[in-house]
């Protein structure tokens, strides 16, 4: 059986002639279905043009990308993708169901079956009493519940998520990370998450996969040995979390370091 994502020797160039960006070099990384995998680097390294071309946003310039062993040429239909700026990824003319709803139309579901499962995505998320609001009636985190809601609904193979929670106050995005554990568990649903912040990626993955500075290329692949249960407070604690932080934590200094040495 292939993996849900096989990424090979995936390149990405912004440009041609000297003034030339290369974002993304000779990368290549799996991820099993119902695995929660998080991509972390520093800001600037390449995360985001990584997960565009994964996304079939971007078309890379080398390399393959494979979903289900089908080579990815355009967005997928089974894929789905969070952004990291909520505030303009939501209609503000539609209520909440009908941000959730909006994508579910172009998948030829009726209106039956648009309406139950936004319904059931907005009771995973707990905003099931918020669906008649519209978006500039709630809070950031309730709209990134909403994004979250909307992303589900579709009921993807493979959910990408850029950054998800970097514009959230510190209690909101433990709830959203909380809550993204949970559904991941509840659904089975296969995630990859790119982020920047070390103790998120450590707290949310099954997985850690390192990035160097850019052009980013995978560097460290971990896996992250705590309990599936996991708490905010005392699984930050834990002997194991500290360990894996600090090794990720040297990862990424030890790439920085050597980036700019050269």
Known sequence: MPAMLEVKALRHRFGTGPGAHTAV????????????????GHSGCGKSTLLRCVAGLTRPTGGTIRLHGTEVDGVP???????????RSLFPWLTVAGNVEFPLRSAGLDRRERASRARQA?????LADAHRRFPWQLSGGMQQRVAIARAL???PALLLMDEPFASVDAQTRFE?????????REQDTTILLVTHDIDESVYLGDRVLVLSSSPASIVADLTVDLPAERDQITTRESAEFVALRGEVARLLRHRAVVGEAS
């Not at 290549?28 to 695995?35: D, K």
């Not at 239909?77 to 505030?87: I, K, N, R, S, T």
């Not at 907005?122 to 707990?126: I, P, Q, S, T």
């Not at 959203?176 to 991941?184: A, I, K, S, Y």
Request: hydrophobic content about 50%; proline content about 2%; aromatic content about 10%.
């Open 122 to 126: 907005l009771d995973w998320v707990g």
């Open 153 to 155: 609904a579709s009921r």
């Open 25 to 40: 070099e000779d990368l290549s990384f799996t991820v099993e279905a119902g695995e929660l995998a998080c991509l972390v």
């Open 77 to 87: 239909p089974e894929l789905a993708v969070v952004f990291q700026d909520y505030g």
């Open 176 to 184: 959203l990370e909380d809550l993204l554990r949970r559904v991941r």
